[in-house]
Every structure is written in structure tokens, then in C-alpha cells.
T-cell receptor, first 113, second 112 residues
Framework: EAQVTQNPRYLITVTGKKLTVTCSQN?????MSWYRQDPGLGLRQIYY???????DKGDVPEGYKVSRKEKRNFPLILESPSPNQTSLYFC????????????FGAGTRLSVL | TQLLEQSPQFLSIQEGENLTVYCNSS?????LQWYRQEPGEGPVLLVT?????EVKKLKRLTFQFGDARKDSSLHITAAQPGDTGLYLC????????????FGDGTTLTVKP
């Protein structure tokens, strides 16, 4: 089954404790993105990648890092999480030939205390 | 940053009524997408519009892209409780294939 898998689905952590949210897709898609969703603000793009070893900042990259060492994986790294990073996070992927069709993971709900 | 403004933010209607959701910007987009999101799930693509003036229909849903490719609308005819959800528009700028901007969303509730 074609899918985007995020882990974990739920995470509660404390300020400053490094964490990684994993994202994996099995569709051989070139494009991958991370978004955060906050009430009343829709989805905001954090980082995106157009291929292996190619990443770029979205609209809200501060406090986040990403890497794209393999085509299927696009982890989101929070080196020193802060309470304002409490949010719902989504990973998405799309095929370069039809980049308008984004497939989303089920989301990771993060709480930073 | 290109912005997309969606309206209304909340909409509560009775089953059988019609409704329109708007997505507006001052910027040109190479394409606009409409997604629907259920609680606890990621957004699911409904449609993509690419050409200015384009109209697409998906059963009772009609999507339109503005002639200048700066705005779009979603019209639902005879809404049903199953249409309840969060509707999001999203656009890609002409200059950057990787970037994607989302509207704030419209929460639709259709009461039986």
C-alpha cells in the first residue's frame, strides 16, 4: 500500500531535549515536505526537499533541521525544542512529474513542556 | 511569502443547503489545490486546478480557478453530513516547485 509513515504519532517532551520525528514514503517520490499545523493558521511549510541531498527552507524553518540522505526518508530534527514548537506536524511527499498531488502522513502531535 | 486567505473560517449549515468557500491571494500561483482533512488524519487531495478560468467538478463539488490564477472557489451543492470536515486550499508559486502555501482552512459542519 502506497503511504507516508510518520513516527511517533504522539510525543510529549521537555524543553531542550533533542528529538527526531521520522518520515518514510514507499512511493519513490522525489519531493518531500514537513508542515506544522496550528489552530487558525492552516499548514505552514517548515522545510522541503526536491531530491536526495537537496533541502531548502520553507516559511517557518527556525528551530528545525532536516536531512535527506535517502530518497524514502526525510526526518525532522528539533535540536532544542521549545514550548512554541508544540504543534501537529505532517510529512508529505509527491512525485516530481505531478508535484501538485501531495500525499500526507497521519501526523505527529508534539507537546513540549 | 505568498499568502492565501480563506473565507469563511467556519461554516455551519443544514443538510441540503449549498455553500461556497473562497481562497484569495494577491499573488499568482502556478496551480491551486483543494484538500479535505478529517480529525486525526492528514489532508487528502480533492482537486488541482492549473489553468486560469478552469472549472472542475467532483460529484457535488465544483472548483474554479480565477482567470488571473490568484484565487479559487469551492462550491458544494446539496451538502450532506458526510461533507463535514476541514477544507484547505494550497498553492504553488510559479518560481519554486518545492514551496507550497496553505490557506488557514474552512471548518464545515453539515447538520442532518
Amino acid at each position: 500500500e502506497a503511504q507516508v509513515t510518520q513516527n511517533p504519532r504522539y510525543l510529549i517532551t521537555v524543553t531542550g531535549k533533542k528529538l527526531t520525528v521520522t518520515c518514510s514514503q514507499n512511493m519513490n517520490h522525489e519531493y518531500m515536505s514537513w508542515y506544522r499545523q496550528d489552530p487558525g493558521l492552516g499548514l505552514r511549510q517548515i522545510y522541503y526537499s526536491m531530491n536526495v541531498e537537496v533541502t531548502d527552507k520553507g516559511d517557518v524553518p527556525e528551530g528545525y533541521k532536516v536531512s535527506r540522505k535517502e530518497k524514502r526518508n526525510f526526518p525532522l530534527i528539533l535540536e532544542s525544542p521549545s514550548p512554541n514548537q508544540t504543534s501537529l506536524y505532517f510529512c508529505a511527499s509527491s512525485f516530481r512529474g505531478n508535484r501538485n498531488i501531495q500525499y500526507f502522513g497521519a501526523g505527529t502531535r508534539l507537546s513540549v513542556l | 511569502t505568498q499568502l492565501l486567505e480563506q473565507s469563511p473560517q467556519f461554516l455551519s449549515i443544514q443538510e441540503g443547503e449549498n455553500l461556497t468557500v473562497y481562497c484569495n491571494s494577491s499573488s499568482v500561483f502556478s496551480s491551486l489545490q483543494w484538500y479535505r482533512q478529517e480529525p486525526g488524519e492528514g489532508p487528502v487531495l480533492l482537486v488541482t486546478v492549473v489553468t486560469g478560468g478552469e472549472v472542475k467538478k467532483l460529484k457535488r463539488l465544483t472548483f474554479q480557478f480565477g482567470d488571473a490564477r490568484k484565487d479559487s472557489s469551492l462550491h458544494i451543492t446539496a451538502a450532506q453530513p458526510g461533507d463535514t470536515g476541514l477544507y484547505l486550499c494550497a498553492g504553488r508559486p510559479p518560481s519554486n516547485a518545492g514551496k507550497s502555501t496553505f490557506g488557514d482552512g474552512t471548518t464545515l459542519t453539515v447538520k442532518p
